[in-house]
């Protein structure tokens, strides 16, 4: 499956943004869709992931309440609504699809995926 990550920019603080992952050569419904970013100089870490099936969503706890995964079957894309946007939310933003079977516990775990979108950039100024 090929990821095509956009909807990236540069926004103020207090903001809000929604990316989107539009996949090709495989359905999304089929994979454990995530959310990754890397801040410049800093390693790449979680942000987000959904079940294969939307039954589950996990968060890292600094995007609790503010960020949103989703995914729509039907147009093949998943998504990212962010809200209340910081500017340690800066970052790259990827997209990734991992098997159906990863467990709710390792959704967040980067080496659980398989397939990486080329990622889309968030700046986020105070």
């Known amino acids: 499956v090929q990821l095509q990550a956009s909807g990236g920019g540069m926004v103020q603080a207090g903001d809000s943004l929604r990316l989107s992952c539009a996949a090709s050569?495989?359905?999304?419904?089929?994979?454990?869709m995530g959310w990754f970013r890397q801040a410049p100089g800093k390693e790449r870490e979680p942000v987000a992931a959904?079940?294969?099936?939307?039954?589950?969503?996990r968060y890292t706890d600094s995007v609790k309440g503010r960020f949103t995964i989703s995914r729509d079957s039907a147009k093949n894309t998943a998504y990212l609504q962010m809200n209340s946007l910081k500017p340690e939310d800066t970052a790259v933003y990827y997209c990734?699809?991992?098997?159906?079977?990863?467990?709710?516990?390792?959704?967040?775990?980067?080496?659980?995926?398989?397939?990486w979108g080329q990622g889309t950039l968030v700046t986020v100024s105070s």
């Open positions: 050569g495989g359905r999304i419904s089929t994979y454990t």
């Open positions: 959904i079940k294969w099936n939307g039954g589950s969503t």
């Open positions: 990734a699809a991992g098997p159906r079977s990863t467990i709710t516990s390792s959704m967040l775990d980067s080496i659980r995926y398989d397939y």
